[in-house]
């Protein structure tokens, strides 16, 4: 499973369903084991005009104005959340890079686990200094390609003094990954040696949520992939890891504020 698909990237549902098409701007390949896909550029065509509701995800977003402008912080966090969240504009052009789980401890360091929750954190407060010459930086570069390349030496930076996962927290990960989500965190603790208590309390520091809501978002991903296939909803359930097609819709209606029939018809 790919780093995109395990990490439940973003969508977009309800209020507007999707951005328009971005810039996309290929992520150094030394990230590769810290980012979800490669960056994106939005400019003043890929911004929506209005609002959107942002689904649940464990992907961190981080995303540099490349303009100044009144409204929010220069340099944005918004960590994992647990359910669907409504975001409203005015919009700025940015760049925004995606982290992948397990990357955004590595990135922005230990206190990425208390921002767990909340929309539009200001970079400066996880790292400081750090956040303003990248903010100044990126509204100096006169293109994308240079823009990318200071995210990227941002984020390098970064991974060479950042934190290294522990070995059992990213193993309970891989194991949460490989069964799709459907492994006990009961059998995961054992599996890594931790007591079930200990691995909840270290994996949330970790990965910005519980072990449970992170089998359940993957799960979801599953459901994702099915979107638009002509299969019955019954058996991508089955598939997908629920207990019929009642419980998948009200998982897709919490984490994402709407059904995967009205995603698929708009």
């Not at 996309?24 to 980012?35: I, M, N």
């Not at 896909?37 to 929506?48: M, N």
């Not at 961190?60 to 009144?70: G, M, S």
Request: proline letters at 8%.
């Amino acid at each position: 499973m790919s780093a995109e698909a395990a990490s439940q990237s973003r969508g977009r549902a309800g209020v507007k369903h999707e951005l328009a098409p971005s810039i996309v701007l290929p992520a150094d390949a030394r990230l590769r084991p810290w980012v979800a896909r490669d960056h994106e550029g939005f400019d003043e065509a890929a911004l929506p005009p209005g609002d959107f509701v942002d689904p649940a995800t464990l992907v961190t977003v981080l995303a540099v104005k490349v303009t100044d402008q009144p409204w929010h912080p220069p340099v944005l966090v918004n960590a994992p959340s647990t359910t669907y969240n409504r975001i409203q504009g005015p919009w700025a052009p940015a760049i925004v890079a995606r982290l992948a789980p397990l990357g955004a401890y590595k990135l922005l360091g230990p206190a990425f686990s208390e921002i767990g929750g909340s929309l539009y954190v200001a970079l400066e407060d996880i790292v400081g200094a750090e956040a303003r010459r990248l903010s100044e930086q990126v509204q100096s570069a006169p293109t994308w390609d240079e823009r990318r390349r200071l995210l990227d030496g941002f984020l390098l930076d970064r991974a060479t003094r950042g934190p290294q996962p522990s070995p059992e927290v990213t193993s309970a990960w891989h194991l949460l990954v490989r069964s799709g989500g459907r492994s006990t965190i009961t059998s995961v603790a054992r599996q890594v040696g931790w007591s079930h208590k200990h691995l909840i309390t270290r994996f949330k520091q970790q990965l910005g949520v519980t072990p449970q809501m992170a089998a359940r978002l993957l799960r979801l991903s599953t459901v994702w992939r099915h979107l638009g296939n002509e299969q019955s909803w019954g058996r991508i359930a089955a598939e997908s890891g629920y207990a019929d097609q009642a419980h998948l819709i009200r998982e897709f209606r919490h984490f994402t504020g709407t059904t995967p029939a009205a995603l698929t018809t708009t």
